[in-house]
């Protein structure tokens, strides 16, 4: 069966400080890969998405990329945080296929920059 | 643009009460609807799924949504709430080549005891 891991669970951060969130699924090959953020009555919002190695594509500008080194690995980085990049980061994977799919979810990262 | 509106944002009902909670979308093509539902400490989850079919689609723990297409809606259902439901439902659509999903801001339901 297919699952879905992220870390850390917690991250507290200096404001101006680097950010490197991992995100791996095992028990599938080569799905499509997400990074959310969810803030409180905003649900979540689309930040990244990946359909494959080396292909990114970005909903939102930002102060975060994303990165997809591996099949199953996909980073959210960034190179100085700013207080308003606290939140809850949540990486999601769905089937690569083309044909209406279920995205599952991580466990989030919570991320508090002061 | 895209976008899902889930008009209440907190409930709060009683045990055996009966939940309905509102999703509506702004897409014009072929969408494929969810609802997850995230426990507190818990993962978000699917609760159910619609893709195509029977509009009135069944998923976890007694819940069911209906899909209407000439209302671009996806309201979720329960008959009878119980404490265990507690949770923040979330309201998703998928669309276009599948790659892209978009939430609802979310509907926090409290059942007292």
């Known amino acids: 069966s297919q699952t879905i891991h992220q870390w850390p669970a917690t991250l507290v951060q200096p404001v101006g400080s680097p950010l490197s969130l991992e995100c791996t699924v095992e028990?599938?090959?080569?799905?499509?890969l997400y990074w959310y953020r969810q803030a409180a009555g905003r649900g979540l919002q689309l930040l990244f998405y990946s359909v494959g190695i080396g292909q990114i594509s970005s909903e939102v500008p930002q102060n975060l990329s994303a990165s997809r080194p591996q099949d199953r690995q996909f980073i959210l980085s960034s190179k100085k945080l700013l207080l308003s990049d606290s939140g809850f980061y949540l990486c999601?994977?769905?089937?690569?296929?083309?044909?209406?799919?279920?995205?599952?979810f991580g466990p989030g990262t919570r991320l508090l920059v002061l | 643009a895209q976008s899902v509106s889930q008009h209440n944002h907190h409930v709060i009902l009683s045990e055996a009460a009966s939940l309905e909670l509102g999703c509506n979308y702004s897409y014009g093509g072929t969408v494929n609807l969810f609802w997850y539902v995230q426990y507190p400490g818990q993962h978000l989850q699917l609760l159910l799924k619609y893709f195509s079919g029977d509009p009135l689609v069944k998923g976890i723990k007694g819940f069911e949504a209906e899909f209407i297409k000439s209302k671009f809606s996806f309201n979720l259902r329960k008959p009878s709430v119980q404490w265990s439901d507690t949770a923040e439902y979330f309201c998703a659509v998928n669309v276009g080549n599948f790659n892209k999903f978009y939430f609802g801001s979310g509907t926090k339901l409290n059942v007292k005891p």
């Open positions: 999601a994977w769905r089937a690569g296929l083309a044909s209406p799919q279920t995205q599952y």
């Open positions: 028990g599938t090959s080569n799905p499509n």
